[in-house]
């Protein structure tokens, strides 16, 4: 942002998008933390070391103090604020959108989509990107990558002090319980092979796909109120078959909803409100085949990028008028559209949330994280799609079979003794030798 009408100075900051939305959020709770200076909790509350593709300049006079000596002041930070505006504005990080919401005039009447506290508890979210998670565990959480290397996939390397937060619904009395990761360099993210590049940036989830990442809590969750779910590695072998529901279910959070035709955009990003919706898994990515489809991130009228390889990939059929994409259905092409009023798709706030189905055994499996898809607004006739979870099986197991520090410690130091009591015993025998 530039003012002409003043003479001054520019400052470059490349910061991330909600990076900035959180200083007007989080910018008092800061400064109260440190000593009530305005100047102080913005300066903790922007850190340089995340990266976005979001360069903004922001106008400061002749002589105040730039970003790296005192702080920033409280001109700076109502600039900021008209930053963070124009920026949430543009910004495609809405929420679940469903066919049978009811809205009347772009009013939001009937949140049909709106899940009560007590279903799918152990889905939350990370305020971090912001995003959507779900519990693996007690301590695990599995999410998307790019949650936390921008809209675009393509920031970092992170800051490894850095932690995020994984709010959840209490569902007994609604409050939020708010748990805390570990530092990112000390085993609180680990990130799908494959994701970042040999610097720590992130290669484009979008291009590369492998958009998944475990998030590792530093004080658990409590497992008989939030529950945690199982991932898919073959109790579901084609997820292009619906399982005995019928249908799968994609759950998320986020700040704006819609009814296939309208939008409605909404306010600040509030853990509190947590949809679903319904849809089938139509086709698997491979980065190479695309389908026509509605929506901003098309080309030649075709989802582009094409979604990448190990994706499931489902489009937003309007009930009534069979399929409204290019996508068919790979075992049976009349499947696409037979979800009916209940159908929805995800949009950029869902990123990292589930996609459930049901197993033969009647429990519900993690098979998909919400990736991307090829329209901002999720409109009818849109194509989204999940990370495939079954192709990553190996990496999230790993990840979750990583011991303490505290175990490897004591692990170690037992080793130790056992091998000093070996040489003992070996140095006795020795001795006592003829």
Request: aromatic share 6%; with cysteine; net charge neutral.
């Amino acid at each position: 942002m530039t003012n002409h009408g003043h003479a001054g100075a520019h400052t470059a900051l490349e910061i991330d998008r909600m990076t900035v939305v959180d200083v007007l959020g989080r910018v008092a709770e800061l400064a109260e933390g440190l000593g009530g200076s305005v100047d102080a909790g913005i300066g903790a509350a922007i850190d340089p070391n995340r990266k976005s593709r979001f360069k903004v300049l922001i106008w400061r006079p002749e002589g105040e103090a730039t970003r790296g000596e005192a702080g920033m002041n409280k001109r700076m930070l109502r600039w900021l604020c008209i930053v963070a505006a124009a920026l949430d504005f543009c910004s495609p990080a809405q929420a679940i959108v469903r066919t049978d919401q009811v809205i009347v005039n772009g009013t939001l009447q009937t949140d049909n989509a709106k899940v009560a506290n007590t279903d799918w508890t152990g889905v939350g979210l990370i305020p971090f990107g912001p995003g959507t998670g779900v519990l693996l565990d007690a301590t695990h959480v599995l999410t998307a990558a790019h949650v936390f290397y921008g809209q675009d996939g393509t920031g970092g390397p992170l800051d490894p002090t850095l932690t995020a937060t994984f709010q959840l619904i209490d569902p007994i009395t609604g409050q939020l319980v708010t748990l805390n990761s570990k530092p990112f360099g000390q085993g609180g993210l680990s990130v799908a092979p494959g994701f970042l590049d040999a610097n720590g940036v992130g290669q484009g989830h979008r291009i590369v796909g492998k958009d998944l990442a475990v998030l590792t809590l530093a004080t658990a969750a409590d497992v008989t109120k939030f529950m945690p779910y199982p991932i898919n590695t073959g109790q579901i072998p084609d997820e292009r078959t619906p399982m005995p529901q019928g249908k799968s279910v994609l759950v998320g959070f986020s700040k704006a909803t819609g009814d296939g035709v309208n939008f409605i955009a909404g306010g600040p990003f509030t853990p509190n409100v947590k949809r679903l919706a319904f849809n089938n898994v139509d086709q698997f990515g491979d980065g190479v085949t695309t389908w026509t489809a509605v929506g901003d991130r098309t080309k030649n009228g075709k989802i582009d990028p094409p979604p990448p390889a190990n994706t499931l990939v489902f489009d937003f059929d309007q009930p009534g008028q069979g399929n409204s994409s290019g996508l068919t259905n790979a075992i049976n092409a009349n499947m696409s559209g037979a979800v009916g009023n209940m159908e929805g798709s995800v949009i950029g706030g869902d990123s990292g949330g589930p996609l459930f189905q049901m197993g033969q055994d009647g429990k519900w499996y993690i098979v998909g994280i919400t990736s991307s898809g090829s329209d901002t607004m999720g409109r009818f006739g849109s194509i989204a799609y999940a990370t495939r979870v079954r192709s990553y099986a190996d990496f999230i197991n790993a990840a979750l079979a990583v011991p303490e520090p505290s175990t490897i410690l004591l692990v170690a130091t037992a080793l130790g003794g056992l091998g000093v009591c070996a040489w003992r015993r070996t140095r006795f025998r020795r001795s006592s030798a003829p």
